[in-house]
């Protein structure tokens, strides 16, 4: 009964956005050609855990503007193929798409490795494209027709660490030195880019600086060289099998640190929270969502009611927490700029990215001449009274408690890795 | 600067992280090294067997160890039937080079794509009651994650070197890889051999198995991290010598931890290849070949 009252609300409140993106038009029967949206998706291998609820929302979304009357009045169609988690696959999957399927828009797979690749062929396309959550991708391409869901910001190898070390700054004593290392991989590369750039900044000395190759097994020579170090921060960058692999390694060998974390993607990942459970607490960690008061933006929680209620049923992920409220709302920032445009004039859908903010379940976007939020939102968290490896904690206000930035703190920092 | 403990722990867990290749090599370096049967589906039979037995540890909570010996045996079975398709297709043929590769590699594809079909794109693990747990000797700390799987795979194979040298059927898989004609004329058929030798290094993929999801989470695609390992490993040995892929394996990889801990994590996979490389320079037929006919 609740899912169903959640699921009108949320048809209410969607309805009611539309009405005022769009000029104040009456939802319609969508009628004529459907519009094909057309993007790869990590479906398999190592990104899937992300990529797969991200689907999912973006489905939700067909869903509710076919209800709502369709995107210029057409029904909506969304075609994506998997793309393995490999950026080889991505060029072929987009040429695909637009010369063979002739899909009329694209939007991005999941991550920096899936959107570098397709931004070549986008571009020779002259499509306009969004992307879901890239890391700066468009600094090395500058291509005016995109726009990135990710919080990272305008510069993200200089921003992207600044709230680790603004929440250090709270630690007593205040720390003195640092430990770096991650994996040798775009995202991880500027995670830790940003690292030493904000340990300059804040007078941190860094005294173990090293990245890994992908496919390392064993990360005890990386924890075994940081502990002898013996820093008072450690800051991870990496993606989920090592993420998993270096606290594994860290609980292992006893690591002890003031403060532990960093550019971790995996904790995010609802696999790995069932996973590691309360090995998780104090881990303080980037995030872009966490379910906190001070994030519930219109529609947030009628989203991830939603969400949830039809994961349940497929039986996929539940907790939709990271990538699906970024994927919903990527192809709500579409759908506003085709309504905006008026056409499905590539030129002009990218040229409404850059104009004015979208209002999305993920709060308000304003997006810069590159397509990157104007201004950062790096969320940091810190996962406190985690016990044992239920997931249905994690829904909960308290579990990953939000330190950074200061307008969606919600709690106080607790001190040390592992949690005593 | 670098202390004597830390280089003493690096060469610790590399010898650990060895004994895993060790297991993953051991079963490719039978096919490979003594059938000339290039197996290169191996890394992904390991991988199947990890998924099995994660099923299996988590219907029945046996330690995933323990279920990887229980598998061995329907892994042979399977590994013999396979060699028989492989013989009746390609090697009777005489087309096992380019078309019996290509049988392989496109086994690796199905296996890959059948664990995603069944079990998704997720990592599958398994608890054990010793993970998160270290043994120390005074300052070389062993984690039991990497102790146990090592542990497995010296027992697996030290029951295949005893097998292999004591047995009837041992010798005669050891002859084969010398000269399987000779083998008629003590009534022996080289095909029903190299059938059980094959079934063998099929069922030694699933110890591995066993060993690799205690080690660390796998998913579908795991086993390409290993594949270009075991290759190494097999090749650095030499053909044919399955003490030399156990050594070559210890090698490895103590050269891959003790260069992330000396020259860093992203040096490792440069120096352990680049030794393979100076190894084919200079001894072609790796360090303990030439017994391969």
């Not at chain 2, 995933?64 to 090697?91: C, K, N, Q, S």
Request: hydrophobic share 50%.
């Amino acid at each position: 009964m609740t899912g169903i009252l959640a699921r009108h609300s949320f048809g209410a409140l969607a309805s009611a956005l539309m009405l005022l993106t769009s000029g104040g038009t009456l939802a319609q029967t969508p009628s004529g050609e459907p519009i094909r949206i057309g993007g790869s998706m990590s479906l398999s291998g190592g990104l899937a855990g992300s990529g797969r609820p991200s689907q999912l929302a973006q489905q939700i979304w067909v869903e509710d503007i076919n209800a709502r009357g369709g995107l210029l009045g057409r029904p909506v169609e969304l075609i994506q193929y998997d793309d393995q988690s490999a950026g080889a696959n991505v060029p072929g999957i987009y040429t695909k798409l637009i010369d063979v399927d002739k899909v009329d828009l694209v939007i991005s797979g999941y991550g920096t490795a899936i959107i570098a690749p397709a931004m070549p062929v986008v571009m020779q396309r002259g499509m306009a494209f969004i992307a879901l959550l890239g890391s700066g991708t468009n600094e090395m391409f500058r291509y005016p027709l995109a726009a990135n869901i990710s919080p990272v910001g305008p510069t993200m190898s200089e921003d992207f660490s600044k709230g680790f070390f603004t929440v250090a700054q709270g630690l007593d004593p205040v720390p003195k030195t640092v430990a770096i290392a991650g994996l040798d991989s775009d995202f991880s590369n500027r995670a830790m880019e940003s690292a030493r750039e904000q340990a300059r900044l804040f007078n941190i000395e860094v005294v173990y600086d090293r990245s890994y190759p992908p496919g390392t097994v064993d990360f005890s020579p990386i924890v075994r060289s940081i502990q002898s170090a013996k820093p008072d921060l450690v800051f991870f960058a990496s993606y989920p099998p090592d993420s998993v692999a270096l606290l594994k390694a860290v609980q292992e060998l006893g690591l002890e640190a003031q403060m532990l974390g960093g550019g971790m993607i995996g904790p995010q990942v609802t696999a790995i929270k069932a996973q590691l459970g309360a090995q998780l607490n104090n881990l303080v960690t980037w995030d872009v969502y966490a379910p906190e008061p001070t994030m519930d933006f219109p529609g947030t929680t009628e989203f991830l009611e939603r969400y949830r209620e039809v994961a349940a049923k497929q039986g996929a992920e539940t907790l939709g927490l990271y990538a699906p409220p970024l994927a919903y709302a990527q192809v709500q920032v579409l759908e506003q700029a085709v309504t905006r445009a008026g056409s499905l004039e590539q030129a002009a859908i990218g040229a409404e990215l850059h104009k004015g903010s979208f209002q999305t379940v993920i709060g308000e976007l304003t997006f810069d001449e590159l397509g990157e939020w104007a201004e950062e939102r790096n969320l940091w968290v810190q996962y406190q009274g985690i016990e044992g490896n239920e997931l249905e904690q994690f829904k909960l206000p308290g579990r990953q408690v939000i330190l950074y930035p200061e307008i969606y703190k919600s709690g106080e920092l607790r001190t040390g890795f592992p949690a005593k | 600067m670098l202390d004597s403990f830390l280089i003493a722990n690096a060469v610790t867990s590399g010898l650990l992280l060895g004994c895993l290749y060790a297991i993953a090599s051991m079963g490719l370096a039978v096919s490979f090294g003594m059938l000339d049967v290039v197996n290169i589906a191996h890394p992904a039979m390991m991988v199947l067997a990890s998924f099995l037995i994660a099923v299996i540890c988590a219907a029945s909570g046996l330690d995933p160890l323990l279920a990887a010996v229980l598998l061995a045996p329907p892994f042979g079975l399977l590994g013999a039937g396979l060699y028989r398709v492989y013989y009746i297709f390609f090697e009777r043929r005489g087309q096992e080079a380019m078309q019996g590769l290509a049988f392989f590699f496109g086994l690796m594809i199905v296996i890959e794509v059948a664990l995603i079909l069944v079990w998704g794109g997720d990592q599958r693990w398994v608890e054990t009651a010793y993970g998160g747990h270290s043994l120390n000797l005074g300052p070389i700390g062993l984690p039991l994650r990497m102790l146990f799987p090592a542990l497995m795979a010296l027992a697996a194979i030290a029951v295949l070197f005893v097998w292999l040298r004591r047995s009837f059927t041992g010798r005669a898989v050891a002859a084969v890889a010398q000269d399987r004609e000779a083998l008629r004329f003590m009534a022996i058929n080289p095909i029903r051999i190299k059938t059980i030798a094959f079934g063998l290094s099929i069922a030694l993929a699933a110890i591995a198995g066993g060993c690799l999801i205690v080690v660390q989470p796998v998913d579908a695609h795991s086993g390409h991290i290993y594949l270009g390992r075991v290759l190494a490993v097999v090749i650095l040995a030499g053909l044919g010598s399955l003490p030399g892929t156990l050594i070559a394996a210890l090698i490895f990889g103590v050269i891959e931890n003790l260069t992330a801990t000396i020259f860093g994590p992203a040096w490792s996979p440069a120096v352990a290849f680049g030794l393979l490389l100076v190894m084919l320079a200079f001894r072609p037929q790796g360090m303990f070949g030439g017994a391969h006919g």
